[in-house]
């Protein structure tokens, strides 16, 4: 069955019995519905706080890897071996569920319900960050219009784009305001997808609604013609868009396929963003649970490096084990076998591509952590290969097991459940955070691209030259490292599988998110708005007339 079938052929039980397994009370709910819930804040207490387990993966494969699967999988193992747990994950994006990648709800008999609300509309967040994001745009423009509230914003140098939750490349450089005098001011500006929005970024980055408003009050939109800051306090328009954020701020509760409860809360990009789920959804299940399972995107080069240094540094917060996710297919992929012959058993090219699980290894005891491998099991893959890849965890002494969790649930967790338990319980002590937010701009980029990537330098264009004086001049030296950079390799450059060495990192430009609290230094040509392949998976997605969904994935 697909994984739509599989959904369609749970039981789920009411959102309110799933709150009382982590001791809510149902009069606090706001329900959205029978299967999906919103959860007051006043549940976050950080004198009750469980474990934490982050997972993350080696660099995928244009596909994935299965890092959500995984993550669902191993909450309900944790629960069917007796350890109280919840999973804490973002929300999907409209871009990738029509696009190339499908849905984020996991998939087989480890995935979340009700599957196709979650991967849809849900209960809307997306929506209220892009109208906040768009309210901000038009504030902007509507001044540079006045001629009696003027804040004397120079056009050219305004860097706050438009969003929206789709893929569309022909949105990434536009031109606004024409038309005559009283459509505005005529400007180049561009969109970029909502999962870039810095209001997403804010929104998951906060420890409160008084810090999100703060936050929003400190974006950076442009200058003035006599070269002075302007922030969207300045504008007067962060009252209106925390208003609009209001309900959005609050965690999402919903349950496995398995009932084991979950929080599903903001959806940023690992590639071309932080790409963690919200602080306060992280504390809420740190709070409610003795383990609370979550996940950053994409590899441990990109959503597991910014997971550390800005949302565990920003919270207060520190993982107690990392499970790396590691697949045959991926493996064989970054040993030189091509993308349609994946299938086929090959030891020599899992062989050739066990650098690339190498290097993620070394980075994650680069903070201080403690590594798990989760081989997350595909069908095609052979004894063989998976004896091969245990073996060589076990020479390298870091703690292994399948996860046979797309087929078998929390039932093919729990070897891995009994791994994480006893690492946790053993082996947990704080990460050390990567550099010093004190270090200069250049000294953290370089770092992360060395450190991290293995990187041999970095190139910084004129533009990006021009934006670290302009960081400088703002005072602004001081924020975190968002990266923005291509998932498909630990280089800039998509097409440099394994384990690639001597390259230089190419930043090309740096974007200022003042109230996010980071810099986002953009790599090679990775885009924040992403396009359509060639066939999206759009043309799969259909409803009948009883309202029956068909074609997610």
């Known amino acids: 069955m697909t994984d739509l079938e599989i959904a369609h052929k749970a039981t789920m039980k009411p959102i309110v019995d799933i709150a009382e397994k982590l001791g809510l009370d149902t009069e606090d709910l706001e329900l959205y519905g029978k299967y999906k819930a919103k959860i007051p804040l006043k549940y976050i207490d950080r004198k009750k706080f469980g474990k934490l387990i982050l997972v993350s993966a080696i660099s995928p494969t244009p596909a994935g890897e299965g890092k959500t699967t995984v993550s669902i999988g191993l909450a309900q193992g944790l629960n069917r071996i007796g350890k109280q747990s919840v999973v804490v994950l973002r929300e999907p994006s409209l871009g990738p569920v029509f696009g190339i990648k499908g849905g984020a709800t996991g998939g087989g008999y480890s995935q979340l319900l009700p599957m196709e609300d979650i991967n849809l509309h849900f209960t809307g967040d997306f929506s209220v960050v892009e109208k906040a994001h768009n309210l901000l745009a038009a504030i902007i423009d509507n001044n540079l219009q006045s001629k009696t509230r003027s804040l004397g914003i120079d056009p050219r140098s305004v860097s706050w784009k438009r969003v929206m939750d789709m893929n569309d490349r022909a949105l990434r450089n536009i031109v606004v305001g024409l038309g005559g005098l009283s459509n505005g001011v005529p400007r180049e500006t561009g969109f970029d997808i909502t999962a870039a929005s810095e209001v997403m970024a804010i929104l998951c980055i906060s420890s ?19 070269k002075k800051p302007v922030y969207a306090r300045d504008l007067k328009a962060h009252g209106a868009m925390a208003a609009l954020l209001k309900d959005a701020f609050k965690p999402n509760l919903v349950q496995t396929i398995e009932n084991t409860p979950a929080i599903i809360h903001g959806g940023p990009f690992a590639n071309i963003a932080q790409g963690t789920n919200t602080v306060v959804a992280t504390q809420t299940g740190l709070s409610l649970a003795d ?38 297919r991926a493996l064989k992929y970054h040993g030189g076998k091509p993308l349609a012959a994946l299938k086929q058993p090959d030891v020599e090219a899992l062989a050739k591509g066990l650098p690339n699980l190498e290097k993620h290894l070394e980075n994650i005891r680069a903070f201080g952590l403690t590594p798990i491998v989760a081989i997350n099991l595909f069908a095609d893959d052979s004894k063989e290969e998976i004896g091969f890849l245990l073996e060589y965890c076990r020479e390298k002494g870091v703690p292994a097991a399948v996860a046979d969790v797309w087929g078998k649930g929390g039932a093919g967790a729990e070897d ?21 937010l004190k270090d200069s701009v250049k000294s953290k980029i370089e770092t992360i691209a060395k450190t991290i990537y293995g990187a041999e330098a970095v190139d910084y264009s004129p533009r990006a030259k021009a934006d670290l004086e302009k960081i400088h001049s703002l005072g602004l030296d001081g924020l975190a490292i968002c990266m923005a950079k291509t998932q498909k390799s630990l280089s800039d450059n998509p097409e440099l599988l394994g384990r690639p060495k001597d ?41 009948d007339v009883d309202g029956k969904i068909t074609g997610l994935f």
């Open 208 to 226: 409160d609604f008084a810090d999100l408003k703060e936050r929003l009050g400190n974006i950076f939109v442009g200058m003035t013609y006599d």
């Open 291 to 328: 383990y609370t399972v979550t996940e950053a995107g994409f590899g441990f080069d990109l959503g597991a490096e910014k997971f550390l240094d800005i949302k565990c540094r920003a919270a207060g917060i520190s993982p107690q084990a990392v499970v790396l996710v590691a697949t045959v």
């Open 416 to 436: 891995l459940a009994g791994l994480v338990a006893e690492v946790v319980n053993r082996d947990a002590k704080p990460f050390k955070p990567l550099y010093s």
């Open 503 to 543: 390259f230089v990192i190419t930043v090309r430009e740096i974007e200022i998110a003042s109230g996010a609290g980071f810099l986002i230094p953009i790599t090679g040509q990775i885009m924040r708005m992403p396009g359509l392949p060639e066939t999206p998976a759009s043309e799969m997605i259909d409803v």
